[in-house]
């Protein structure tokens, strides 16, 4: 998703490569024998510390996908460099559509805060929650292009009744993941193919097989494509 909405948060250009470098520790650490994965050890330190609080942002609730999914214990020094990168990179208060999309992206990651044990009630720099229920009534074009800026918000941490209204509108999802592969937006087709997962496997399945191909050379493809393997069989990326 684009980095610039938030104020504050360096250009495109100098943090997007620790975005990559984040995403692709991440898959790693999706592996389950990876099981010592602290966000503390991989993110850069010095000058280059502001460059990784924000790619903790960009990603958002997905930085904690490792301890949600193995089940891994998300350490008070981890807890505390993400209130760290909410507090330096805050969401941003306009306009609407901005604070609405951050709105979600928060909601989730104070979803998968909790379900690391960590409360992240009250913490200065979040957005207002805010459900995506009211963009999944949107036509399909539209809708895939809010599922694809959302992708924080998919699962693992995407709300019950948000994955219930899309099991029902699945077609329209799948309908969005094609167009985008047609595109060759590789990375719109991976975020919406983890939104899909298994409400359609015989879609799902032979575009992340495609993707784990053609999108290898970015992490940010790879991550989303883990992720979506791991939830819909959960059999570990290869390393």
Request: aromatic share 4%; proline share 8%.
């Amino acid at each position: 998703m684009p980095i610039t909405p938030t104020p504050g948060i360096p250009p495109q250009g100098t943090v997007l490569p620790t975005v990559r470098l984040l995403a692709g520790t991440l898959r790693q650490a999706l592996i389950p024998e990876n099981g010592g994965f602290r966000l503390a050890r991989v993110l850069p330190d010095g000058r280059q510390a502001d460059a990784g609080l924000a790619a903790v942002r960009v990603l958002g609730a997905d930085v904690l996908t490792p301890f949600v999914v193995n089940g891994l214990t998300l350490t008070a020094q981890d807890a505390a460099l993400i209130r760290t990168a909410v507090r330096a990179y805050p969401a941003p208060q306009a306009p609407a559509s901005e604070v609405s999309l951050w709105g979600v992206r928060d909601a989730a990651l104070v979803r998968a805060l909790a379900a690391s044990g960590v409360d992240a009630t009250g913490w200065e720099g979040l957005a207002p929650a805010e459900s995506p229920a009211r963009l999944l009534t949107l036509p399909w074009v539209a809708m895939a292009a809010e599922l694809v800026r959302m992708t924080g918000a998919a699962p693992p941490f995407a709300e019950q009744d948000v994955r219930a209204h899309l099991a029902r509108r699945h077609l329209d999802v799948g309908r969005g993941l094609v167009r985008a592969l047609l595109r060759r937006d590789l990375l719109s087709a991976a975020r919406l193919a983890r939104w899909l997962g298994p409400a359609d496997a015989r879609l799902t399945a032979p575009v992340l097989d495609y993707l784990e191909i053609a999108g290898t050379d970015d992490a940010r493809v790879t991550l989303e494509t883990a992720i979506t393997r791991r939830l819909m069989t959960g059999a570990s990326p290869e390393a």
